[in-house]
């Protein structure tokens, strides 16, 4: 009897073996997590994952061109850009049928107006090119080349055809050339812009350093007051609690417009110092619309961030820690710098990041007390979107910025882990 | 920790030196907020204080900014539509977060830090970004300048709050009680009402009110997707300051500064009762 029960494998009531048991009710177990995760992800997915990732598709998304003039592409194609000529009579031909097509398209699906300005973004003065010569194509009589020289001189000049035929392709780098102040040279090299036009690389540049010296600044003042409170008694801890995460409940909104009563020329802290005397009049102190104004500002902002995981590091670190460091003869000073601080360092690093990818991506404050010098790299992606409507230009920039911070999330996440992220 | 009794000059000069340098970093915390409190009773339309409010004089204060913003249409529109934007955004992402909470704290759940991380990227990616994404694609759905379409981005962008804050509740969850419950005869729906939800409550109503706080304080993404149909408190101070800057702006913060203490205390009252809850603390 002993025998039979060590060699036949464990059944349960209904017969089935144990271990298929056990891997089915495990396996149903699993399925149950997943599937009351699934509502949200879908949703998470659908309203925020694919709007991002089709905006992204943006920064490559070229088809505008070869789309609208499908005769001309498979022609100019065959055309040596290198020898100095425009393309032949054919291309010229195959374009005013493209012209035609475009201005017969009734739901304005093909618009010569819209290649324009797609191609006015690699060197101006396509816009009006195509604008002219759409409104004059209708006449157009062979032989095509002659009439479109004399539409608009540019069909002459060989460079405008050498940046048609580049980007006649679906996909473009462009955008992303643009994006650090790169495009293509007469020759159809990538290069670098002249070092005075170079307006993005500088933003990024800014954009990074301002952000470094704002989580420096933060991580500056969160020390103190985090080891402070990780010290008190609890009662008089969370008394102080208070005046940090009031301010982090407070509207975005509010504490910059607070900031604005405070920092203009007319604002509290100008009036006071010329009020004491302390400052002449004529001269007031310009704290806002620069750099300044959007360093105080974000300073304040973002602090509470740096404190809380700061104080939920330090709060863990046992003061016995201190005291037997000087009782074994380390001054003061040698039993923080040697002890204390480096048991801080998971908190450092979990403010520090946290700030910085926030910072890096800021756009209201900026764009409320930054003025002309003040202003992030969001900004100017705002700018591309809704005023100068150049869509790719802000997708790549935006990826750009993206791929920056999707990096240091990773790093967030190998020092702190997502999952042990906490609020409050 | 007072300071020690062997304690030598140095320490203890350094003792209240570092205190004096904490109060003014809580002094740069704390004073931007209260001090437009006082300025919203201007009497004239500065952003400063006045000869005559210093000297408190009644005629240096008024109340024309607060009754500018109780009957400015403007302002009204404003108000009614972050109540309504922000009521349903958090309804959405509560009880889709919530779900979620249930599911990833599940020690079979699979892939557990990938799923986390995009659960919570939305509140990790630049807000300029996601209001790109969401413009473009909510004009194609035919979605944009809808309260439907800035509800539902809203929805998205608060969810990570209610997954952090709820999964961080559900660490102290004793998983035995819903066998103890199963056991006694309830059905998955009775033990999820009378055993899971009570529990968890403290958790959710927090997770909600970081999620109701994050969708009233928005304003990139309704600024991208909505239009004037759809302006919020903070669209409209952001305007505002941009365009005619008034003191009206400064009594609608007082009134976000008053709401904000009424949030904090709610949270606050919560923490230390789901604390309570799980025994974690004896106050």
Known sequence: MANTTTNSPLVTVDGTPLKVSLGRAKRKAKLRALLLVAPLFAFILLTFFVPIISMLLRSVDNEVVSYTLPNTAPLLSQWDASSGEIPGEAVFKALAADFKESAEDKYDDKSAGKVGRRLNYELTGFSSMFRKTARKSKKFEPP??????????????PKYWQVMQREMRKATDSYYLAAIDAGYDSEGNRAFNEPGKRVYLKLFWRTFWMSGLITGLCLLLAYPVAYLLSILKSRTSNMLMILVLLPFWTSLLVRTSAWIALLQKEGVINSLLVATGMLDDANRLLMIHNKAGTIIAMVHVLLPFMILPLYSVMKTIPPSYMRAARSLGATPFTAFTKVYMPN????????????????????????????????????????????????????????????????????????????????? | MSLPAYAGPLETTWYYLFRFICGLIFFFLIAPILVIIPLSFNAVPFFTFTEKMLTFDPEGYSLKWYRDFFSNLNWQGAVKNSFIIAFFSTIISTTLGT????????????????????????????????????????????????????ILAHAALSTPFVVITV???????????????????????????????????????????????????????????????????????????????????????????????GMLATVELLRRRNEKLRGLSPG
């Open chain 2, 167 to 261: 999964t961080a509740t559900l660490v102290g969850f004793d998983q035995s009680l819903i066998r103890a419950s199963a056991t006694l005869g309830a059905n998955p729906t009775t033990t999820f009402f009378k055993v899971i939800v009570p529990l968890i409550l403290p958790g959710v109503i927090s997770g909600a009110l970081f999620a109701f706080v994050t969708s009233f304080d928005e304003v990139v993404v309704v600024k991208f997707i909505g239009s004037y149909e759809q302006r919020t408190i903070p669209w409209a101070m952001f305007s505002g300051i941009r365009e005619q800057i008034s003191p009206t702006i400064l009594a609608v913060a007082t009134l976000l500064v008053l709401l904000s203490v």
């Open chain 1, 344 to 424: 801080t360092i998971p908190g450092i690093g979990a403010g520090a990041i946290l700030v910085f990818i926030l910072s890096i991506g800021y756009y209201i404050t900026p764009a409320l007390v930054g003025g002309q010098s003040g202003t992030l790299i969001s900004n100017l992606i705002a700018y591309h979107l809704e005023s100068s409507l150049n869509w790719g230009l802000a997708a790549a920039l935006g990826a750009i910025l993206l791929a920056a911070t999707f990096a240091l999330y990773l790093v967030y996440d190998k020092i702190v882990g997502i999952d042990n992220m906490k609020l409050g």
């Open chain 1, 144 to 157: 095509y080349k002659e009439a479109f020289i004399k539409a608009e001189k540019k069909w002459g000049d």
């Open chain 2, 99 to 150: 779900i979620a909470a249930l599911g990833l704290s599940r020690a079979e759940m699979p892939a557990k830090t990938w799923v986390m991380g995009i659960l919570i990227s939305p509140m990790i990616v630049p807000l300029i970004i996601s209001a790109a994404g969401m413009f473009f694609f909510y004009t194609d759905m035919g979605l944009a300048s809808t309260h439907l379409g800035v």
